[in-house]
């Protein structure tokens, strides 16, 4: 996650928790206990990424260029700012499918009409389940639109379709994948030849950090349990993190994370931390009806031996 400044710490939400959208005010209610990152503000949780007790997970990006809001807001229809949808997904649906079945319910609205201005927010959206299917939410049309992604990687930039396109010149792809037919849970959705093609670029942008993590996602040792792929996680997560150069750039890799949609355990990093904290959403956790945030200090420790 990517910000001038840490913004986001993990936290969990309780089922039956009580929150006002901030366009509208409107009030909605949890259905799902959630674990993830995010922080309180305006009556609401804003929540980057994270996971439910039923093994969604959910993570928001910045989507530059890329979204078409909702100006009017249509009747019947549940209205929310942009960034408060990883949340209201998370908290409202048990799966994958549960979001398509739904996603039509709901507009992402401009700031025409909000209670309170908050700009034009541009975001598009991951979410992933314990089957293995992988998605893409953007909001580029009406209804909002939902890509398939079984590559399992996505970053800023948009037009996801044109992202697939050009990585066809650093990896050959499976007929499965050129044919939409990939099976829940293909660990490779690339033949593993990349005799002839193009070294992935080293640079930051969005469209060489999909590039350099596509690549060594689908050429990385699989692994055999969670902590291995937590492991590769961290590893691959390696290549596209970004350092802190105020001169340059305002802004940096403030945290990583990753979440296990079958354990429910969740992952996090802080961008100076050097150890990474493992929260899992337990029977007991979920079983509490209060909101919390826990405090995981961003800072350098070692260990002296």
């Known amino acids: 996650m990517d910000w001038p400044r840490l913004g986001a710490r993990p936290l969990f939400c309780p089922r039956n928790f009580v929150w006002n959208s901030i366009y509208d005010d409107q009030q909605y209610t949890t259905k799902y206990a959630l674990i993830g990152s995010g922080g309180a ?10 996971v439910n007790e039923c093994g969604l997970a959910v993570q928001k990006l910045t989507f530059t260029n890329g979204s078409e809001l909702v100006t009017e807001p249509g009747a019947g229809k549940v209205h929310l700012a942009p960034f408060e949808l990883s949340f209201y997904l998370l908290a409202n649906y048990r799966s994958v ?6 996603i039509e319910e709901i507009e992402l609205m401009a700031d025409k009409h909000s209670l309170k201005k908050y700009g034009h927010s ?9 089957t293995g ?3 893409v939410i953007e909001p580029v049309t009406s209804p909002i639109e939902i890509i398939e992604n079984p590559l399992g990687i996505l970053t800023n930039s948009n037009h996801f379709d044109r992202q697939i396109e050009r ?6 792809f499976t007929p499965a994948f050129l044919n939409h037919a990939v099976p829940l849970n293909a660990p490779r959705v690339t033949t593993g030849n990349v005799s002839g093609k193009s070294i992935p670029p080293g640079s930051y942008s969005p469209g060489s950090r999909f590039i350099r993590a596509a690549y060594l996602k ?3 040792d699989l692994p055999q349990t969670e902590n291995e792929a937590v492991d590769n996680c961290w590893h691959i997560l390696d290549s596209v993190n970004v350092p802190k150069s105020q001169e340059h750039q305002p802004t940096y890799s ?9 354990s429910l355990n969740y992952y996090y ?3 100076h931390a050097k150890s990474v904290v493992r929260i899992q959403l337990t029977p007991e956790l979920m079983a509490s009806n209060q909101l919390k945030f826990f405090d995981v200090k961003d800072r350098i420790q070692f260990v002296d031996i």
Request: aromatic content about 8%.
């Open 97 to 102: 499918q549960d979001i398509v079945d739904h």
């Open 218 to 220: 689908e050429r990385i």
């Open 254 to 262: 403030v945290y990583r994370a990753a979440v296990c949609c079958e």
């Open 122 to 130: 541009e975001l598009h959206f991951a979410a992933c389940d314990s």
């Open 167 to 172: 990585l066809g010149k650093y990896l050959d």
């Open 269 to 271: 990093q802080p961008y």
């Open 133 to 135: 299917r992988n998605i």
């Open 41 to 50: 503000h305006d009556r609401e949780i804003d929540v980057s990424d994270g």
